[in-house]
């Protein structure tokens, strides 16, 4: 009788799992750090051990700028080069489909890495009009190196990256709108005490190691 039983319920399990994860709402990480941080390279390896989907802001809006037709390929192109901050009504769109696409193909890819959001108060405010209530925001990442370290990370990347941005001018520019703007959003989630900080300054497999200690006890 007993066995019965257990044998009818684990048979129910994977549908029940099922149904779970098709009603999962997105558990959201911001990844927050200066240009060159290395909030990319320590995105990949998460997503190599743990089941999360990358979604950079950047990418997404590079990949926007070289769509044949899009209405907003120019603009991205002058505020990438010069270091300044989309207007979130583009990014939020781009960021909300890659979401939706992604856990259309797969319900149970609901654990997203947002890298390089929110960067601003207009991002932040952004996400709160589109998805506050729609997604839980976790915690945030936050990937912390100098300046220095930053722009010799981001000039070196520039020798093969391809990137318009990845030059001392352009350079300069980030660094000030990551200061100005992005800083105050990191104090901000600091206050809610939702940060949780990885000194970057160190070797690509030191700083995964310290990410690696925040995942696990974050579950
Ligand atoms: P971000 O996405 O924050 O701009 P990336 O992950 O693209 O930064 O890294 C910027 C550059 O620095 C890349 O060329 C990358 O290979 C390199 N890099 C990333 N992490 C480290 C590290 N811990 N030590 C040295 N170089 C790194
Ligand atoms: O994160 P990444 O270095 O790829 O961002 C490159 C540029 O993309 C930024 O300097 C900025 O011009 C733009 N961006 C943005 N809004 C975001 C993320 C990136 O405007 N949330
Ligand atoms: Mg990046």
Redesign the pocket.
Same mark, same amino acid.
């Given at each position: 009788m007993i066995f019965l039983l257990l044998s009818r319920l684990s048979a129910k399990v994977p549908s029940v799992v099922y149904r779970a994860a098709l009603i999962m709402k997105p558990q959201v990480v911001f990844v927050l *750090? %200066?240009? *060159? @941080? %290395?909030? %990319?390279?320590?995105c990949a390896r998460i997503v190599e051990n743990y089941s999360y989907t990358h979604l950079?802001a950047g990418d997404l809006l590079r990949a926007e700028r070289s769509r044949e037709g899009s209405e907003f390929g120019q603009l991205i192109d002058s505020y990438i080069k010069e270091g300044k901050i989309v207007p979130v009504e583009i990014t939020i769109n781009l960021l909300r489909k890659a979401m939706e696409d992604t856990m259309q193909i797969d319900e149970k890819k609901f654990r997203f890495l947002i890298? %390089?959001f929110p960067r601003n108060e207009d991002n932040l405010q952004g996400w709160t009009t589109v998805m506050d209530g729609k997604a839980d925001v976790k915690f945030v990442l936050f990937?912390d190196c100098s300046n220095e370290v930053c722009i010799n $990370? +981001?000039l070196? $990347?520039g020798k093969s990256s391809g990137r318009t941005d990845d030059n001392r001018a352009s350079l300069e520019k980030r660094i000030q709108t990551y200061l100005q703007s992005t800083r105050p959003i990191i104090s901000l989630y600091e206050k809610q005490g939702k940060v949780r900080t990885v000194d @970057?300054s +160190? *070797? /690509?497999d030191e /700083?995964f190691a310290d990410v690696k200690t925040i995942l696990d006890k974050e579950g």
């Amino acid at each position: 009788m007993i066995f019965l039983l257990l044998s009818r319920l684990s048979a129910k399990v994977p549908s029940v799992v099922y149904r779970a994860a098709l009603i999962m709402k997105p558990q959201v990480v911001f990844v927050l *750090g %200066g240009p *060159g @941080a %290395g909030k %990319g390279t320590q995105c990949a390896r998460i997503v190599e051990n743990y089941s999360y989907t990358h979604l950079s802001a950047g990418d997404l809006l590079r990949a926007e700028r070289s769509r044949e037709g899009s209405e907003f390929g120019q603009l991205i192109d002058s505020y990438i080069k010069e270091g300044k901050i989309v207007p979130v009504e583009i990014t939020i769109n781009l960021l909300r489909k890659a979401m939706e696409d992604t856990m259309q193909i797969d319900e149970k890819k609901f654990r997203f890495l947002i890298d %390089g959001f929110p960067r601003n108060e207009d991002n932040l405010q952004g996400w709160t009009t589109v998805m506050d209530g729609k997604a839980d925001v976790k915690f945030v990442l936050f990937f912390d190196c100098s300046n220095e370290v930053c722009i010799n $990370r +981001c000039l070196e $990347r520039g020798k093969s990256s391809g990137r318009t941005d990845d030059n001392r001018a352009s350079l300069e520019k980030r660094i000030q709108t990551y200061l100005q703007s992005t800083r105050p959003i990191i104090s901000l989630y600091e206050k809610q005490g939702k940060v949780r900080t990885v000194d @970057a300054s +160190c *070797g /690509v497999d030191e /700083v995964f190691a310290d990410v690696k200690t925040i995942l696990d006890k974050e579950g």
